[in-house]
């Protein structure tokens, strides 16, 4: 039996999510595929049915590690978010073929190099694609591709519970990325907007979702989304599910609208209808958008100051300024 191992150790959950699409493409020449991940990740890969194992990268002796990995008896490793570790790994585990990325001074471990795409100017491919030419360079490929992720009965449990509370049709909301609750100055009054905008077009409950770590923000949205003398239209489930119960939730939306993250990504792969919003001049809409059956994007409008990016950003005006029309608009198109 050949295997491979498809390392993934980096990197947000999405960033791992979409390398998922490699594994799909070995499968035409490898009986067995194996991930090496964060143990952040560890949940989120489980649920891809793409691949047989996950193993952890839990920052030990590389040594070590390589030790087990070796007695694993790969035939090939493809090295998707590169480091002087994640190179070296493959190569001490003696694995015969191991592709990764060119131009990087760990790139002599490698013995198939590949060159990056998206450094040599391409910003409109799809990151699933450009990875996809790390299974090409081993006469694999698996053209439009899109991440998988199955929820399993627990999670659906747990989502249920959850769902029983809402009493009837709900969308996810999802205002916030990674840097949101570490600056202390992510807007909140267009969310709230968003949200009663949103409840009221799809007579739904919005579920506005996020980490523990995103409540405080939540939790203001939730509060400016409120109406005097109505029930609740807009909740808070930050912190409330982990990713495989968030995973159930989202294949029982109505849709997903939210900021790019990790929770964009896991939505789109159960086939929610999601709906990416990309407020940054910085970003690459194209690129990091969506990859599911039905997915939309919302491109950034609001001119941002000059040379901002998503973690030197002194105000987040685009946040404030959400273009709300513009992201009803691609919601109803998408669910039409």
């Not at 585990?93 to 001074?105: E, S, Y």
């Not at 399993?152 to 999802?174: E, K, N, P, Q, S």
């Not at 009663?196 to 923000?217: F, K, P």
């Not at 690459?284 to 001119?303: H, K, L, N, Q």
Request: net charge neutral; glycine share 8%; charged share 20%.
């Amino acid at each position: 039996m050949s295997s491979a191992l498809l390392v993934t150790a980096g990197g947000g959950i999405g960033d791992s999510l979409l390398a998922t699409v490699v594994a799909q493409a070995l499968r035409q020449r490898f009986d067995r595929i194996d991930a090496l991940a964060l143990p952040g990740h560890r949940a989120a890969l489980e649920r891809v049915p793409d691949l047989d194992a996950v193993l952890l990268d839990a920052g030990e002796d590389p040594r070590a590690l390589a030790a087990q990995l070796g007695a694993r008896n790969y035939d090939a490793s493809v090295v998707t978010w590169a480091t002087a570790r994640t190179a070296r790994l493959p190569a001490l585990a003696n694995i015969p073929i191991r592709v990764g990325q060119a131009r990087r001074l760990y790139s002599g471990r490698f013995t198939k190099r590949v060159f990056v795409r998206s450094e040599l100017g391409d910003v409109t491919s799809p990151w699933s694609d450009i990875l996809l030419d790390y299974a090409r360079a081993l006469g694999c490929d698996a053209p439009g591709a899109v991440p998988h992720f199955v929820p399993t009965a627990a999670d659906r449990d747990a989502a249920d519970v959850l769902i029983a509370g809402l009493g009837g049709a709900f969308l996810i909301m999802h205002p916030t990325n990674a840097i949101a609750p570490q600056r202390g100055i992510w807007p909140t009054q267009a969310w709230s907007a968003l949200a009663r905008a949103l409840a009221d077009r799809y007579d739904a409950t919005v579920v506005v979702s996020g980490t523990q770590a995103d409540a405080a923000i939540v939790d203001d949205i939730v509060r400016g989304a409120s109406t005097p003398n109505r029930p609740p239209r807009v909740v808070s489930i930050a912190g409330a599910l982990e990713i495989g119960g968030f995973g159930a939730l989202a294949a029982r939306a109505k849709a997903f609208v939210g900021i790019t993250t990790g929770a964009m990504h896991v939505a789109a792969a159960v086939g929610c209808p999601t709906v990416g919003i990309f407020p940054f001049q910085s970003d690459f809409p194209e690129r990091w958008a969506p990859r599911g059956p039905r997915t939309a994007i919302v491109r950034a409008s609001y001119p941002c100051h000059r040379n901002d990016t998503k973690e030197n950003c002194p105000d987040y005006a685009c946040i404030a300024n959400l273009n709300i029309p513009r992201i009803m608009t691609v919601t109803n198109d998408l669910l039409s």
